[in-house]
């Protein structure tokens, strides 16, 4: 069950980041034949107590908000959830004081105007 569902948000999710990326086709490359086939893995972990704070703090941001609305910000909100679920410290860096403020804005002071980019 929790499979199926995870499967269904996957698919949601590339659904609406296609659009934003650019690809190339299998048949554009020439290398491509040369190389294997392609594998998928999908793993299942816990989060640890500080992600899920701050996976559920940054859900609950303007970024996300204004993401879920329709802005042209979708991916980056997206690259923001995965950073934190790879690493935390990728979001804020080793500082006590940047996790505190990234708890309270659902960014770390100089990242929450949608000038700036991380990645």
Known sequence: MQVQL???CALVLRDLINPYLLRRQKKDVK????????TEQV????????QRTM????LRSDDVRNAMRGSNQTFKA?????KICNHPDLVTGSNRASYEA???????NGQGDSSSSSD
């Open 6 to 8: 995870a499967y269904r």
């Open 31 to 38: 290398e491509v034949s040369r190389m294997p086939g392609k």
């Open 43 to 50: 793993l299942f972990c816990r989060l640890s107590g500080r």
């Open 55 to 58: 996976y559920e703090s940054y």
């Open 78 to 82: 997206i690259t923001v959830l995965r």
């Open 102 to 108: 990234f708890l309270q804005n659902g960014y770390v």
